[in-house]
């Protein structure tokens, strides 16, 4: 169950609540120094903070300094006018995922996930198909319900394009870890503008995951759903097994219509 948003605009809680306090952390291209800390003060003044107090400076390399400000914010924000897609996907037991495959889906989930492009780091997609999984829930691997592939690392989208057809996938998990100057958005589109040049887009769930994914950036790249970070195993897993055995909509992916290039 969501609670609630309330209805009042809500400022930062510090020392007390509503007093606007906030913390900046930044490096500015300066040695550590009266001079510097004073531009770290001035810096997050012109942010709007009040009262800037300077915490830490600490040298981070020859001639940079890194620096965090507290400080009193002046602005405020009103949950109950946000409107963001979110996952609502009931969390289903091991018994209750494997039984309902078993009965209403009648074979197992064919599930294909790589780390894409040049990304190297396996941990977030190993941590979901792999047997031992993380934090104590086992990935996929562990369920009968499931047949999960895990292609590993810098596999390029063409790759993972074959390889999902040839098995013929029911959904395709990738993980993006790395996000300098945006390339996680820029691989991420496009699998999926070659997923809809190639024909498949709408025959294939498409999951994106990594640290700076969310539902909402997911959604704008054009995939069903996206996880974020703390997303276990048993979370994909619920979500596929609803999608798969017919509840899209608890599934919680409002997925926008695809446009098929023949």
Known sequence: MHPTAPS????????????GMIQLSFVLELPPSARAKEAAKQFAELHG????????????AEGYTYFVV????????????????ELRTEALSRDEIE??????LTRKIIVVGACTGSDAHTVGIDAILNY??????????SYKAFEAYNLGAQVENEQLA???LALSADAILVSQIITQRNCHKENALALIDLAKKQGWRSKIVMLLGGPRIDHKL???????????????PSDVASFLVEWMCGDREKAGAAMAATTETP
């Open 8 to 19: 009042k605009p809500l400022r930062a809680y510090g020392d007390r609540q509503n007093d």
């Open 49 to 60: 903070l009040r009262e800037a107090l300077v915490t830490t400076m600490e040298p981070c």
């Open 70 to 85: 507290y400080g009193h914010s002046q602005h405020s924000i009103d949950p109950a006018t946000i409107d963001v897609p």
């Open 99 to 104: 039984h309902r495959v078993t009965t209403r």
């Open 132 to 141: 031992k999984g993380y934090a104590g829930d086992k990935g996929l691997e």
């Open 162 to 164: 074959e390889r999902a």
């Open 218 to 232: 997911a959604l704008e790249l054009g995939y069903d759903a996206g996880f974020g970070p703390g997303t276990k």
